[in-house]
């Protein structure tokens, strides 16, 4: 991390987990951990329990988040949830393009470029998830791959509206799966990421852009990945959900 140049972020990513009223518990849990925070800290939460979310944390240094959003402003879009709507609840950021969102729904790096716009122009703050798959990696195309979400998911995304666009950086083969990347791993390809983004942004531009990694972060691997470089913080799924580990999470940024 860089704390110097970009800031330090630790976001949770409950995915489809909690109820209203134990998401209200768990951020009563969260808060008085992790209040003395050295980085941002984001719940991101389903969207049924984004008013719970917002109503605990009211007073606290913790920030909410969805997990996706449409890209129409409204519209015929049944089931569907625009950023106006979610801005009007008081959300503050939005993870697009998660790998499972890019496995099971559908997405596409188009379907991503469309969501990230609409979340800028709201003025919410998108966490774009990029990520190799484990064969694509074994097929040595890690960087390929990268370079192509980058591109497509952030096209048409100007200079200004970038500095509110954090990147995660979540191979697909690490997440849930106990197989984190190791800290090399883990920034050389945050490094290609910010590589990336200098040539499409300028390397000033890119130097402010904070990389999480997401992948079986834990309160075990969160330091030595959070002493890299180009790791800015974490996304982060199963421990997220145990308030004393995703306290020691947030604990290991701060102190990094
Ligand atoms: P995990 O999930 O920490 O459970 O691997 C990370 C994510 O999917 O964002």
New binding site residues.
């Given amino acids: 991390m860089k704390k110097d140049i970009r800031k330090a972020i630790i976001a949770g990513?409950w995915?489809m987990n909690k109820t209203p009223s134990e998401t209200s518990v768990l951020i009563n849990e969260i808060a008085p951990l992790v209040k003395d925070a050295g980085c941002e800290v984001i719940t991101c939460v389903p969207y049924v329990d984004l008013s719970a979310a917002v109503e605990a944390t009211k007073g606290t240094n913790i920030k909410v988040g969805a997990e996706n959003c449409h890209w129409a402003e409204s519209g015929a879009f049944t089931g569907e949830i625009s950023a106006a709507m979610l801005k009007e609840v008081g959300v503050e950021y939005v993870?697009l393009g998660?790998?499972?969102r890019r496995q099971y729904f559908g997405e596409t790096d188009e379907t991503v470029n469309k969501r990230t716009k609409a979340v800028l122009k709201a003025g919410l703050k998108p966490i774009v998830?990029v990520g190799e798959l484990l064969w694509e990696r074994e097929c040595n195309i890690t960087e390929e791959v990268i370079a192509r979400q980058i591109k497509l998911d952030l096209w048409d995304v100007t200079a200004e509206e970038l500095k509110n666009v954090v990147i995660?950086y979540?191979p697909v083969w690490?997440?849930?799966?106990?197989k984190t990347a190791t800290a090399e791993q883990a920034e050389d390809v945050c490094a290609f990421i910010r590589a990336q983004l200098g040539k499409l942004y300028g390397e000033e531009a890119a130097a402010g852009v904070t990389i999480q990694y997401?992948?079986?972060?834990?309160d075990k691997n969160a330091d030595e990945l959070l002493q890299k470089e180009n790791v800015d913080g974490g996304?982060?799924?199963?421990?997220?959900l145990v308030a004393e580990k995703f306290a020691a999470i947030v604990k290991a940024a701060t102190v990094n």
């Fill in positions: 990513n995915k993870v998660h790998s499972e998830c995660a979540e690490a997440i849930g799966t106990g997401g992948g079986s972060m834990n996304l982060i799924g199963g421990a997220s």
